[in-house]
């Protein structure tokens, strides 16, 4: 299988805080695979670190309250062009990320709440056909 990873979880160091979410599951579970690595945020120009976004009316907003949206939108847009010429099987993505949340985001107000969503990268992904699975999921096996 040809497989699209939150590159986060595979761990590059390059989720808002510096940091990573690398998945030992998610790596065993990619063993015998082909695996592209996607970081939409800093595809699309945003650095490491990085000011947190959540998601708050289909718009990317930092907590200084920053729209960082056309950032979001280029990354996407470049990631899935980058994606097409290939036939990707899976996406596993990092949960609740305003990027690749595929089953949860967080609500837009900085406080931790959850609701029901995806992030924009992952909506794209899911618009072209692909199935998505949270790293959570993987875990969880």
């Known amino acids: 299988m040809k497989i699209a990873v939150s590159a986060c979880l595979l761990g590059r160091n390059c989720k808002y ?6 998945s030992q599951a998610v790596l065993d579970f990619l063993k015998g695979h082909v695996v592209i690595p996607v970081c ?3 595809t699309g120009g945003l ?5 947190p ?6 718009r990317a907003v930092n907590k200084n309250g920053e ?3 056309a950032y979001f939108r280029r990354g996407v847009e470049q990631t899935i062009a980058r994606l097409s010429g290939e036939e990707i099987d899976l996406a596993i993505l990092q949960p609740r990320s305003p990027s690749c ?28 056909g692909i199935p998505l699975k949270s790293a959570e999921e993987i875990e969880n096996i």
């Open 17 to 22: 805080n510096g940091g990573n979410n690398r």
């Open 40 to 42: 939409p945020e800093v």
């Open 47 to 51: 650095p490491v670190p990085r000011v």
């Open 53 to 58: 976004v959540e998601l708050q009316n289909g």
């Open 67 to 69: 729209d960082v949206t």
């Open 101 to 128: 949340g595929c089953r949860e985001i967080y609500d837009g107000s900085f406080s931790g709440k959850k609701i029901p969503g995806k992030g924009l990268f992952a909506q794209a992904l899911a618009d072209a």
